[in-house]
């Protein structure tokens, strides 16, 4: 049976990208019979890099199987996993983020995971000498994935190996690092195709702080105006998202990517009361600008306080 | 605040002795601050290869503090580890079991799972050309978890890389692996000293199949007859341990590591329709002899069946 490489449910650039290089490197270099899929459509900038790199989409599944092959990258957590993935056969798991617990596996299978910015990186490393063989496009891919989760090496989650292992892919490939990350940053900028529900859900991890359920929503951009101008009915849309999904608030980040800085969407008291607990200044009007904030993991989440 | 290294509750020579070299390596190589300790006494067999290779026996540590700094090698249940162990600071986990789920941590942290026979294996491929650097005791160390773990390559779980890696480390060290291997499995063989019930706790795993709470427990031994020997009285302890950890039933595998086969016990009925119903054999008296049986892992857990 083939083995399913994918990503969690919102395919950003990382969880398309991991699956196509991890599954190039299973089938191509270790001689298993791999293919990766996406459990959902990836966004705009991951399609860019597929579109760029002349990759096929991977094909989008709802659920697997139980007994199935499978090997999950760019997650650990359940709830961003398909409803069957304890009853299939897990055989690897690469990620980059927290151990929230909740997988199981039937047998002691690899499993790596390391404090890095980006999936990517961490294949890069346990691919060795054997991503020389890779096809451009599996370099270009992991590339973009590294850029994209760095932001170009902006963001505090970046680190040394993020960075060298991004630019010798980009020597190796011919690449401009800053001019490719601004073609991939603009069409990650360009949602006007997307409703206020989408882009909510978009890039969105929930998170329980001190019993509030919080969807956390991050929109990584270069053109904020273009998101911001629709701020009133997005602020309407956030309750619905919040009553469908079961959460107590949405907050939206809308982090600018060349300015470095994050603008929270304040649409009622409770977020006021959270933005204020949280980032400790205080809010007027509907917005919260915070200067120097990229990243959900490292300045957004570890300092969230329920009001 | 120092870093604590340890393994699992019941110390066996991998328990014992990779945390010494884990923590060797972070101190000395990567520049931490770190101790190996254990979570309860040394078997005799890690109590043996302590002495042979002058290492001090680590501390015996009940539980740990909320935040403080610790890595886990040798296991990832939190049934196995200290009561608060998802209070402390987990910076990096070491293993080679299935993936039980239920550890948390509270950032992206070093997590490396691989199926291999021991965990120092790991550790070795991880210390890459810093291993060099590693005193006699420490290569001694993981030399004595490897013979322990794969029982001298007898057992299925062994791989090429568990026996590469601890020719490499006897090569270097000087020592024949056959003759030091019998050393340590007589040490592991003398359990004179231990009553019934601390035998039937010594190695010993809880496990539920089909509704049954099963503690599923291992002796290996070169000597079978000195265990054999107490079977009635071991029958009547497997009561009372059963009834004080919330057991059903306790299986006893009496492992000759020579003859290569184990010897389970068979206290009553309802065992005997297990063993029946596992193994496909019908069972004579109160014992049946599995010919090949080595591993828990390999070749007991997976063909358990509740009758």
Known sequence: MTIQV??????DTD????????????????????????????????????ERWGLEKPEIISDVEAGAPVVIVDTNNPAELPASVNKADIRGIVDHHKL?????????????????ACTATILYKMMGDDIAQAPKGVKGAMLSCILSDTLAFRSPTTTQEDKAIAHALAEELG?????????????????????????LRMD????????????VSVLETTTP?????????????????AAEDGADEVLLFIVDILKE???????????KGIAEASFEKSVEGDTLLLPGVMSRKKQIMPVLKAA
Chains 1, 2 share one sequence.
């Open 6 to 11: 994918f990503g969690h449910k919102s395919p």
């Open 15 to 50: 969880s398309t990208g991991s699956p196509i290089a991890w599954a190039w490197y299973l089938s191509n270099i270790r001689g298993e019979d791999a293919k990766p899929v996406l459990l959902g459509e990836p966004n705009t900038e991951a399609a860019f890099m597929l």
């Open 100 to 116: 929230v617990g909740g997988l199981e596996t039937k047998g002691p299978i690899e499993i790596r995971v390391e404090p890095l």
């Open 175 to 199: 690449v401009d690092v800053e001019g490719y990350a601004e073609e991939m940053f603009a069409a990650k900028s360009d949602v006007s195709a997307f409703s206020d529900a989408e882009l």
């Open 204 to 215: 969105s991890k929930e998170y329980e702080v001190d019993g509030t359920k919080l969807r």
């Open 225 to 241: 105006a273009q998101i911001l101008e629709r701020k009133d009915s997005l602020k309407e849309s956030m309750k619905s998202v």
């Open 261 to 271: 800085e994050a603008t929270l969407i304040v649409p009622n008291e409770r977020v």
